[in-house]
């Protein structure tokens, strides 16, 4: 991660005439508010090597670019820029803003990704679209957001050292945090600052160990002048790591270079964190940023509604702000599934849709369930201790609860089969996939089996927030 090519105006020139010209034929062939609504917001990154990279707003985006235009897509790329060229996608999102994510569109993907390997050069991996102008300020993340701009003004020479933000999920942590990044990063470009979330801190940390880089890895991140990182409470259980990071931010705490941390508890709740980490944690200021208020609920779908080039009534707005109440996140799925059921059915937005819509994210709502939730939950249910499962031991109670735990992490989050691994005690995804397969063949031949799997399914999701 932290390796990566820098492109130049020329590059990013050439990619803006490329899709440009794309745009002009694929503009011919879908109806004017399909070409606003799914392809306006689609923007050029690069084009090189006979490969167009574009950017999407979210997940949720690609996949309906990618099932209801993907041929046509393909077919104009090809016309235009000549039948070798490929079309990759960079997804822009919350959930994905961890580090760049491509999908290659050259053929049919079925939701599948590519990986690209690290390049020279050094790169932030902040998104840009993550601004103090596009935030949303309100009473539940005044303090959180004051404290941010003072620290992008003059960053490490605050009392606010580190900055600790906690809140739920899609409140808006991540973007406030890379806000603050991507203004150093313009009005201070001689600083390094570098963004990651902690499940990635601890892949690389991993890898650098078996390739005997730890001194490199760790050397890379003292250098650094700003250090962002998300979602810290993914930490917990990795004692390695944490001891790691405790070095860490212990030499850029003294250089009094600014370190910004994010999470979903206060430091003082994250059971399971090394006591000298928590400690550290509470040195400077830790603000939480609460569930918006129905004021700022209805600002938010406005400036999501122009981002999107759309014209929604004050009526829609006001009923999906008053019936979406949980995060920001949820706000901006359904504006955008409204504008994907009056695209996809060649409806007007109306008050109607907007309720249907609203019926359909409330059905759909996924609960979030993590993989420490699931560990418990499997762990309490076959009476396993949570640290056994984690050990190297061949006990078939222990191993069955591992398997479980690993098939269920799979099955009900979307983390990576590494990261998934790395949960239980650094095994690679090769030990997860056996762990998914066994379970799969052990429900065929244990009728048993299936009733538990079932009971500890129902219990995850109870337990789960």
């Known amino acids: 991660m932290y390796q990566q090519e820098n492109h130049s105006a020329k590059t990013i020139f050439d990619a803006n005439s490329a899709w440009?010209?794309?745009?002009?034929?694929?503009?011919?062939?879908?109806?004017?508010?399909?070409?606003?609504?799914?392809?306006?917001?689609?923007?050029?990154?690069?084009?090189?090597?006979?490969?167009?990279?574009?950017?999407?707003?979210?997940?949720?985006?690609?996949?309906?670019?990618?099932?209801?235009?993907?041929?046509?897509?393909?077919?104009?790329?090809?016309?235009?820029?000549?039948?070798?060229?490929?079309?990759?996608?960079?997804?822009?999102?919350?959930?994905?803003?961890?580090?760049?994510?491509?999908?290659?569109?050259?053929?049919?993907?079925?939701?599948?990704?590519?990986?690209?390997?690290?390049?020279?050069?050094?790169?932030?991996?902040?998104?840009?679209?993550?601004?103090?102008?596009?935030?949303?300020?309100?009473?539940?993340?005044?303090?959180?957001?004051?404290?941010?701009?003072?620290?992008?003004?003059?960053?490490?020479?605050?009392?606010?050292?580190?900055?600790?933000?906690?809140?739920?999920?899609?409140?808006?942590?991540?973007?406030?945090?890379?806000?603050?990044?991507?203004?150093?990063?313009?009005?201070?470009?001689?600083?390094?600052?570098?963004?990651?979330?902690?499940?990635?801190?601890?892949?690389?940390?991993?890898?650098?160990?078996?390739?005997?880089?730890?001194?490199?890895?760790?050397?890379?991140?003292?250098?650094?002048?700003?250090?962002?990182?998300?979602?810290?409470?993914?930490?917990?259980?990795?004692?390695?790591?944490?001891?790691?990071?405790?070095?860490?931010?212990?030499?850029?705490?003294?250089?009094?270079?600014?370190?910004?941390?994010?999470?979903?508890?206060?430091?003082?709740?994250?059971?399971?964190?090394d006591e000298r980490l928590i400690s550290r944690f509470q040195w400077g200021l830790t603000a939480d940023i609460q569930p918006p208020e129905l004021e700022m609920r209805i600002a938010i779908l406005k400036r999501k509604a122009d981002d999107y080039g759309m014209s929604a009534p004050q009526d829609i707005i006001e009923y999906i702000a008053s019936n979406i109440t949980s995060n920001i996140r949820e706000l901006e799925g359904c504006l955008i599934k409204l504008l994907a059921n009056a695209s996809l059915n060649s409806k007007e937005i109306t008050l109607e849709l907007a309720k249907k819509t609203v019926r359909e994210i409330a059905t759909d709502r996924k609960v979030n369930i993590t993989i420490e939730g699931i560990t418990k939950v499997v762990c309490d249910y076959l009476g396993v201790a949570e640290n056994k499962i984690r050990d190297k031991t061949r006990k078939k109670e222990i191993v069955l609860a591992r398997q479980i735990a690993m098939y269920f992490s799979k099955e009900l989050t979307k983390s990576s089969l590494k990261t998934i691994g790395l949960h239980f005690g650094g095994r690679d995804h090769s030990t997860v996939i056996h762990a998914c397969s066994a379970i799969e063949e052990a429900k065929l031949k244990d009728k048993s089996l299936i009733e538990i799997l079932s009971n500890i399914k129902n219990q995850i999701e109870i337990n789960s927030p």
């Open 20 to 273: 440009k010209e794309c745009l002009g034929i694929i503009k011919q062939n879908v109806t004017q508010m399909t070409y606003n609504t799914w392809f306006l917001p689609i923007k050029p990154v690069e084009f090189l090597n006979n490969v167009l990279r574009v950017q999407l707003p979210s997940q949720f985006f690609w996949e309906w670019v990618d099932e209801h235009y993907n041929t046509l897509i393909n077919k104009t790329i090809r016309d235009v820029l000549g039948p070798n060229v490929k079309l990759t996608y960079l997804i822009a999102e919350d959930v994905e803003a961890q580090e760049p994510d491509y999908t290659d569109h050259s053929k049919k993907t079925n939701g599948n990704k590519i990986s690209i390997q690290p390049k020279p050069s050094f790169e932030n991996f902040l998104n840009s679209r993550y601004t103090f102008e596009n935030f949303i300020k309100g009473e539940g993340n005044q303090l959180a957001s004051a404290a941010a701009g003072a620290i992008a003004d003059n960053p490490g020479g605050t009392s606010f050292n580190p900055f600790f933000v906690y809140g739920g999920v899609g409140l808006g942590k991540t973007h406030l945090i890379q806000a603050i990044g991507n203004k150093i990063a313009r009005n201070f470009p001689e600083k390094k600052v570098i963004y990651l979330s902690a499940d990635s801190f601890t892949v690389e940390f991993v890898e650098s160990i078996q390739s005997n880089r730890v001194n490199e890895f760790s050397s890379f991140y003292r250098s650094m002048d700003v250090l962002i990182i998300d979602d810290i409470q993914f930490l917990i259980g990795k004692e390695k790591t944490q001891d790691l990071f405790f070095h860490i931010f212990n030499t850029l705490h003294q250089s009094k270079k600014q370190i910004i941390l994010s999470s979903d508890k206060p430091p003082k709740e994250l059971k399971g964190l």
